[in-house]
């Protein structure tokens, strides 16, 4: 499963709970599909992070600088 396809089940997921109208059992059933996605996710952009790491560092370029979207 790719990234996207991920966010996607997981928004869509996050949309059903909010409408409060799923049963407990299904909702307990959907929040354990959403912390699998999540894991996926997170493990999907820590994989990603290693591979622009290896690739500045081929460039010379060895440090990662945190993103900071404060100064646009």
Same mark, same amino acid.
């Given at each position: 499963? +790719?990234? #996207? /396809? +991920?966010?996607? *089940?997981? &928004? +869509?997921?996050?949309? !059903?709970? *909010?409408?409060?109208? $799923?049963? %407990? #059992? @299904? =909702?307990? =059933? /959907?929040? &354990?599909?959403?912390? &699998? %996605?999540?894991?996926?996710? !997170? +493990?999907?952009l820590s994989q990603a992070q290693q591979k622009v790491?290896? %690739?500045? &560092?081929? /460039?010379? !370029? =060895? @440090? $990662?600088?945190?993103?900071?979207? =404060?100064?646009e």
């Amino acid at each position: 499963m +790719s990234f #996207e /396809q +991920s966010l996607a *089940e997981l &928004e +869509s997921i996050v949309k !059903q709970m *909010e409408g409060g109208d $799923l049963p %407990l #059992e @299904e =909702a307990l =059933a /959907q929040f &354990e599909r959403g912390i &699998e %996605l999540t894991r996926h996710s !997170q +493990s999907k952009l820590s994989q990603a992070q290693q591979k622009v790491s290896i %690739l500045m &560092e081929k /460039q010379g !370029q =060895a @440090e $990662l600088v945190p993103f900071d979207d =404060a100064g646009e």
